[in-house]
């Protein structure tokens, strides 16, 4: 977006550069209930403003498997190939595969990313999970220096949006399927906030297949309110590294002082770091008021 300002004889252009938002998007059929949520995201958001890319995957035919072929040329060691240490090597040295670096530039450009995708066995298709593996390398979007809260994406939003074949019930801590935030930990804090990415809370579609169609008019629609102030949104609220004792000799540990501080608490920290109490309610599910441990910020 260029603005062009007057003064007198002399002119001042202004270049104000345009927000990206990436949706990465996985479901093999067009017409489906997924196509239309991604399909209102976009319009809403290039409504704001927003340049919106789409990594349609299934459409890419992108490859779900890591292996050696997502390096060009020498392996740092042919003898014992060891995926995590060749991608970062080769990412220092701009010899990824073509797929993951194009990819890579996306992640690099975007503010927002939306994952956009039908829930399989509690889980992203595999084709996204490949994506998850061979996009977020080692160097590129995380480091044992570079995690979490201090992590590569610190200053990048992301988030789950998706169906389920199951209905809402079925996913509460007392459903046959138990507590849906649960399910959402590994994805949530051990894929997008551990590479540093603040995380917005998910966008839930429950059982659209077998919804009237009323109901699934309805869902777009609250989509649609959402996605108007969908960036000024609180995140998801995780323990900060801080808390922990950051190296292999402290056990990257909760430090004593926080565990101290917390014992009055009634629930624990986060639905991972339980502390063998009650799981924070809605933890992975809503925004919640940051945790805070009195007094011990200025001792760590």
């Not at 996204?128 to 200053?155: H, P």
């Not at 000799?249 to 009634?266: H, M, R, Y």
Request: hydrophobic share 40%; aromatic share 12%; net charge neutral.
């Amino acid at each position: 977006m260029v603005w062009r300002i007057g003064c007198c004889s002399t002119l001042f252009v202004c270049v104000i550069a345009q927000k990206t938002v990436l949706i990465v998007y996985a479901h093999q059929s067009l017409g489906s209930f997924n196509e239309a949520v991604r399909d209102e995201a976009t319009k809403e958001l290039s409504k704001q403003g927003y340049r919106v890319i789409v990594s349609d995957l299934y459409a890419m035919n992108f490859k779900a498997s890591a292996t050696k072929s997502d390096i060009i040329g020498d392996l740092k060691n042919s003898e014992l190939f060891q995926y995590g240490e060749e991608t970062m090597h080769a990412w220092r040295e701009g010899c990824l595969s073509e797929d993951i670096m194009a990819e890579q530039r996306k992640v690099k450009e975007a503010e927002l990313i939306i994952f956009q995708f039908p829930l399989y066995w509690f889980s992203v298709p595999a084709i996204m999970k490949g994506w998850m593996d061979r996009v977020l390398t080692q160097g590129f979007a995380f480091s044992l220096e570079k995690m979490y809260n201090n992590g590569i994406f610190k200053d990048k939003k992301a988030m789950l949006s998706f169906t389920t074949g199951a209905i809402e019930s079925m996913f509460r801590p007392d459903g046959i399927n138990g507590d849906i935030n649960v399910t959402l930990w590994p994805l949530q804090n051990g894929t997008l906030h551990f590479c540093g990415f603040q995380v917005l809370a998910p966008q839930i579609f429950w059982s659209p297949a077998h919804c009237p169609a009323e109901v699934r008019t309805a869902m777009l629609k609250q989509w649609r309110e959402r996605l108007k102030g969908l960036l000024a949104e609180k995140c998801l609220t995780f323990a900060p590294c801080e808390w922990f004792g950051l190296s292999f000799e402290k056990g990257f540990l909760l430090q004593p002082e926080v565990k101290e501080e917390q014992k009055s608490n009634a629930y624990g920290i986060t639905t991972g770091h339980h502390l063998g109490k009650l799981l924070p309610p809605d933890n992975q599910t809503k925004a919640q008021p940051k945790q805070s441990a009195v007094g011990i910020h200025s001792k760590l």
